[in-house]
């Protein structure tokens, strides 16, 4: 069974800097009209980490989802 | 992360943070928390020690034990911190030209002294805050505020510079390799002795803008282009390295850590021989 993952965005704390959207390996995350990192495609991700430890702004966390 | 654990190292009262959008400062920010919540570190019991710039706004956001100092003269002040408690983890947190500009008479001699400090250089190859002059690592031909014809003089090799002044540990990542600046920044403050981590970063705002990098994400991937890593570069030609930048542990030796060997001085002084 594949794991499901929950990924948290602080749209208080984004900036929109697109960071994430470029090292996301499944293009899960996109940018909002607002400017703000939102994931659109949820279902795709696989928990590599990599948004949340490129994410200057801290905003981003991505969960397990049991 | 960042989890509750990696919150509550950071003053969340001031975030967002002041650096531009996609500023590579705080991604080390957050290996930098990342690796002390691994260690398993107590904030009471970690100093964090900043000059000027925009790398030193770190100090203000990491909720432990923090001094926002003079340009250049942060490891001056970490020294003090370190041998009045040397019970304490020091980190110094320093930009390119806070530390080798300003502030390289401290930093070559904090290296030989080989005190027991953590030395997190961030290298933007510009003075971003200040308006993006030609720092001494800007690449020779690079476009900086002062040089608009292109960087004439060679730059500055952080690593070597240490590794030649005697730190105990050095090592070079980048921002677009986030894990192996954790693991790094882990085995730095791990290290007993000066040790020198030395993350490059970019500053898109004033360097980037005007080097074909203007996206954060264009020098993301320029840094994951151009990193070599030490064990294939030591295998390659020095005309292929030009222009890479070569990534991993260079120094990792054990020496007499200076705080131990001035407590000996002491309790010599106070026998009396």
Redesign the interface.
Same mark, same amino acid.
């Given at each position: 069974m594949t794991k499901k993952y929950e990924v948290g965005i602080n749209s208080a704390w984004c900036k929109g800097c697109s960071l994430c959207i470029g090292v996301c390996p499944k293009n899960v995350l996109e940018l909002s009209e607002r400017v703000k990192a939102v994931p659109a495609r949820v279902s795709d991700c696989v928990g590599c980490r990599q948004c949340e430890n490129i994410c200057p702004d801290l905003a981003i966390t991505i969960k397990e989802v049991e | @992360? $960042? /989890?509750t654990e990696?919150?509550s190292w950071?003053r969340t009262r001031f @975030? $967002?943070?002041i650096?531009c $959008?996609?500023?590579?400062? /705080?991604?080390i @920010?957050?290996?930098l928390v990342r690796a002390l919540v691994n260690l398993g570190k107590d904030r009471a019991q970690t100093v964090v020690a900043s000059g000027i710039g925009c790398s030193s706004r770190m100090a203000g956001y990491i909720n432990a034990c923090t001094v926002h100092s003079t340009h250049g003269r942060s490891l001056a002040f970490a020294t003090g911190i370190k041998l009045h408690k040397p019970e304490l983890t020091v980190v110094d947190v320093m930009g390119d030209g806070d530390c080798s500009a300003i502030g390289g008479n401290h930093f070559i001699h904090a290296c030989r002294r080989n005190i027991d400090i953590t030395a997190i250089i961030m290298n933007n190859n510009i003075y971003g805050m200040t308006g993006g002059q030609a720092s001494p690592t800007t690449p020779v031909g690079a476009w900086a505020s002062t040089t608009p014809y292109g960087a004439v003089d060679p730059s500055f090799d952080l690593c070597k510079l240490a590794e030649g002044a005697g730190a105990s540990y050095v090592a070079r990542t980048t %921002?677009a390799n $986030?894990?192996q600046a954790?693991n790094c920044i882990m085995n730095a403050i791990r290290k007993k002795g000066f040790s020198v981590v030395e993350v490059v970063t970019h500053c898109h705002t004033q360097f980037g803008r005007k080097n074909n990098r203007r996206?954060? %994400?264009d020098n993301?991937?320029f840094f994951k282009e151009a990193t070599v890593p030490l064990a294939k570069a030591n295998e390659m030609k020095p005309e292929e390295l030009v222009g890479k930048l070569v990534c991993g542990e260079f120094v990792n030796k054990d020496v007499p850590e200076y705080t131990e060997q001035y407590g000996k001085v002491i309790e010599a002084a106070r026998r009396g021989c």
């Open positions: - | @992360m $960042p /989890g990696v919150l950071l @975030m $967002p943070h650096w $959008p996609g500023c590579g400062h /705080g991604v @920010m957050h290996a %921002i $986030p894990k954790e996206q954060p %994400i993301y991937n």
